[in-house]
């Protein structure tokens, strides 16, 4: 077998190439011209469609077919958004607009914090203890040993974190001791969290301390529940959970402590229900409700009233005259925190502010009036009742009724609102940023709006506080951006960057940023805010990032193309620092991203029928955006664009301007291609620039384009192209189709180019079976296509016989590469590769070849490959040259040559 | 041998009252066959008295024990002697729950100088060849029923509070005061009890308004004091102790409005007042306030006491 493979190949080393040169003209005989029809749509984008419109179906709310509510959580989170519906049920049952607490702990966590140091005092932590030295082993000995005695031990000068810790280890513990049925450590454990309650010493932290605590609790008042309810539910009667409730109810009835007293009561107040089936649960709340006033610290008492709200909304959440019981002990309470704020020696030592001081009440404050007001009642009353208030106790109700009451009722009211607080002078900030948030939803008209801003605007100016002043503005120009053009807008920006120094802008980097986002969104021409000076100076003071998005919001609000001077150059100047922000160390992704927001900018840009300052343009992009490949990419394919748009202007029949021009274009790309990093991208450009040059007949230029790929071509090997086989084997069948429109060089030898071409070692034989195609393609009479205004070799010879043996001499070469080839795939044995290179080149001569004279090489090729191949495959081909040979003589005696077997 | 003794009560509060009947198993456990004597159930209530060593002196308090008073006391064979069958068996029992001769029925109270107390006892008499006898005890407790509970049925006679009058239910009010030069500074505060008969069950309530403080007040609470009589040989011995304590204010209260007085009453350790030859219950509850001052930096106590009537 081996030797007669052998004897095979050496045959095959002296074969020649004989061209055919009517391969055309059969083939425009045979074929059936196909019609050409205009697309009309896209094929992605009908499909889309339907998509669109099959969810939308699906997600019509329909009272009675609804989604499957368990099906509905596996949706991603875009569609649930889309259907709108909280799977709280907390949050279903309430529905309108009651904010739950779950929302709301978050956003005090976040906002509440300390660098104060706090202490703890308590006797549970003996659990896990770090032990450091020796004296604090020793101690922490004695400790165990008076654990069991009660001993307390205080934790000072704990920083935040340490606190929390010391918090979650309670609760830890506190599981911990419920799961071991240590139920009275349990409870003793829960008292000491409720004794942290009653210590506002650091009173900026307070309000998160009570979201912990607070937690815990409820925590606990669910555990006591599920017992109960376990009790109830196992083969014990009614009787024993109500015994063990009863029980309950008396251990924390004796409590000695008040605030422990009252915070267990009510954690476990739901309990109550295994007392009586219908329990009084408004009776024992106002009860509660009146012990608070034995609370002596304020902020206590407050925050209370507001965890007894909360108990109040999961038990009766309809008894208005508990929340409005509240709500009055709220008003009275006044003359205590005010008291309690001039004289407390921690608020006169830490120098608090008022405005700190009401923020930090405003949580629970915001909560009680939510409770009373969500259901939109008494929402007068509440308004009387605030405006007779003393002005301390004003501006902190003002400011929660402004959060917590309905938009709505607050656009109606607001002028009278606004006098009301315009006679105030504390806590102007929070009250005036609340304000915007309300009437930024409910959109007022355009004449009261004027009317408003009037009003407001130089209070805002007012205010003192710089965060106080910068959160009322993040808010407020939203407003304005909604309803006033940029004359206003410039002026607000006037007077933040006013308030603002250079050096600040890093502290306040978050609260300026945000505002240039509420102008970007807002705006409805971002070409305005482009225009102003003092949004460009904010832009540009804030990081990169606001930069960003500020270019991608352009992109995105703008779709047309920008021709506008300020507006491409003042972007430039943007994008530029964006650019310049791209260092060695910045990661690949963001790159990416950065080039992709440029790009997005570049492609806007548009100067209409001025192509010399587009060009200009696109010349300035390139020195800016010089470190980013994908910018340039982008600019060469622009340009490229561009070069074609002015082909369309002249018809194709340049002037000397035109083509002066043209050649300026292929010479951008020329001199940017090279500095690509990626040698594809840089071969990919040279070939579109190749062939904008031929379409608008420079040769010369398109030449050196030709030969810049070659040369790359010869620089480099295979794997430095990462873009895989198949897709280099495209382009270069898109090179080599160019190569048949393009004339040979005078001074040069004949086809340099493609001679060129295949001294480079290539490891895809394809390659060479596609010059092959070339060199067929090239003996034709006349080519399939040529670059308008530019003979191709068919006009340059005219079919002369040195040119036609040249032919036939590449052909040769070529065909000996692949037959090379073939046979170093027999020496290793890949049957199959070999085979499949068989048939093609086999195709290959039926094709182009004369097969007259080729016929025993292709009968040899036949033989080789159809063991090897698909048997379909070879069945087909053999079926091809039969029809063939009806009206091709020489295919005859082929056909009667090649057989199956 | 293991052998288990155990009685239950069919009821899970283990609280009964007047004529009600006691339900309940006696369940003994045992792996073997069990000869037995006889199995006994035992009923008793009694009042047990003791002197302190405050009034009387150690050795007094020692020697002079007070007899217990006996309220209760029936006994029931429920087995014969015999045998019981290896595994578990179940006796049940029934008690009507009736006073002896003309004595009446207190309530369960656990003082410190004076117990009240109800037991069962299951006695599993063996003889002393083959084993020892096997006893178990355990207490329930006695109140009196009340009209709310519609579930229990009403006594024949009528409950102490419904024999009060009218009169005795009026809210009392009350103030206290402080002057100016004395060691707490000037002080004023006044309030109301609901009442200073208040039936058991039922929370003691009332209200305290601080009208004035010169100095801030740290903590407001409200004592129950129990004072118990015990009679004896020479004279009457009294004694006062503390039940529990309960805050009613914490830190520098709100002045001029009011702070609720409201205190369960512990059942185990309150029982109506008594008054009997023998011995006396009382209450009393006494409000105390904890003063800070600036100057004085130290606490001082006000305190003022009433006497109640359960």
Known sequence: MSSTVKSKSMEIMSYQWFGDAEAYKRKKKGKNVLQLLPAEKHPLHSQLHTINVNVKQKLKPDPLDGLDPLSLNELDPLTRMAVGCDYNPEFAVKSDNFEPWNSKKVAILNKFTTQEKLSITTSYFAADHEVRGVSEKVLHRLEQLDLDCGSKQYFGGLTQEEYINKINQLDQQLSQAWNADLRVNALKISIQCCKLLGDSSVVSFYPSKFVIITDILDKFGEMVYHRLKGKQNDMHSAEVAKETCKNWFFKVGSIRELLPRICLELAILKSYAFIQPQPEYGRILSRLLNSMWGIGDPVVAIYMRCYLCRKAMELVPNNRELYMQSFQDLLLLHDQAFDNFRHNPQFVEAKVAMETYMSILSPAVDWILQCLVHRGEHLIYVIQLVSNLPPFWKSLLISSVLSTFPPTFIGEECLHILEMILTLENNLGAILRNLGLCLILIDPAHQQAKEIWNLVWPSVRSVQDRNQYLSCCQVWVEFAVKHFGSDTISSVLEDVMEHVRYRDADQLHGQLASIIEKLLTYSNDITQLLHMDKFIKMVTMLNVDTVKNVISTFNAKHPEPAGNNIVVNTLLHLATIVHDSVDALTPVDEVKQIGNLINGYILRVNFGRDFEKQLQFYDEARGAFSNIDAILVQLVQCVCSLGMKVRRLVDGHHTKRTRAFLSACVAYSFITIPSLENSFTQLQLYLLSSQVAYSNQCVSQGESCLKAIVTVLHESSVADFDCGETILLEYMSNLLSTFLAVPDHPKESMLYLLKALINIEWIFPSVYVQALSLVGAYSQEKYAYHFSGVDANDGLYGGEEKFVNELDATGTSVLNEILNIVKTYGEQNQIKKQAKLSLDLFNEILIWGDVDQMWNLAVNLWNFSRKNVDHKLAVRTLETIRRKAFYRKEFQYLASKITMD | ?310
């Open chain 2, 1 to 310: 041998m293991v052998i288990l003794l155990d009685v239950r009560l069919y009821r899970h509060s283990k609280v009964y009252s007047e004529n009600e009947a006691i339900r309940g198993l006696v369940v003994i456990q045992s792996k073997q066959e069990l000869k037995h004597d006889g199995i006994v159930l035992n009923m008793e209530g009694q009042v047990n008295l003791q002197l302190s060593s405050k009034t009387v002196g150690i050795f007094e308090a020692f020697y002079q024990s007070v007899k217990p008073i006996q309220l209760l006391s029936y006994q029931i064979d429920l087995v014969k002697a015999g045998r019981l069958p290896a595994g578990n068996t179940e006796i049940p029992f029934e008690f009507p729950l009736r006073v002896r001769n003309n004595r009446c029925l207190y309530e369960t109270y656990h003082g410190v100088y004076i117990n009240i107390q109800y037991s069962l006892k299951c006695e599993v008499k063996r003889s002393f060849l083959i084993g020892t006898t096997m006893t178990k005890t355990i207490e329930f407790m006695v109140e009196y029923s009340s009209p709310k509970d519609a579930s229990l049925p009403k006594p024949s006679s009528p409950l102490p509070s419904d024999l009060l009058q009218p009169a005795e239910m009026k809210r009392i009010e009350f103030e206290m005061l402080s002057d100016a030069g004395s060691k707490i500074g000037f002080f004023r505060a006044h309030g109301h009890l609901d009442s200073a008969t208040c039936p058991i069950v039922k929370p003691f309530s009332g209200e305290l308004i601080i009208d004035k403080s010169e100095f801030p007040i740290k903590s407001v609470d409200i004592q129950l004091i129990r004072v118990e009589t015990c009679g004896c040989a020479e004279g009457y011995a009294k004694d006062a102790s503390e039940i529990q304590t309960i805050q009613i204010g914490d830190g520098d209260v709100c002045k001029g409005l009011p702070i609720p007085i409201f205190m369960i009453f512990p059942r185990l350790f309150c029982c109506p007042t008594l008054l009997t030859t023998n011995f006396k219950i009382e209450f009393e509850r006494i409000f105390q306030f904890e003063l800070l001052g600036f100057r004085l930096h130290g606490y001082c106590i006000i305190a003022r006491t009433f006497s109640l009537n359960c």
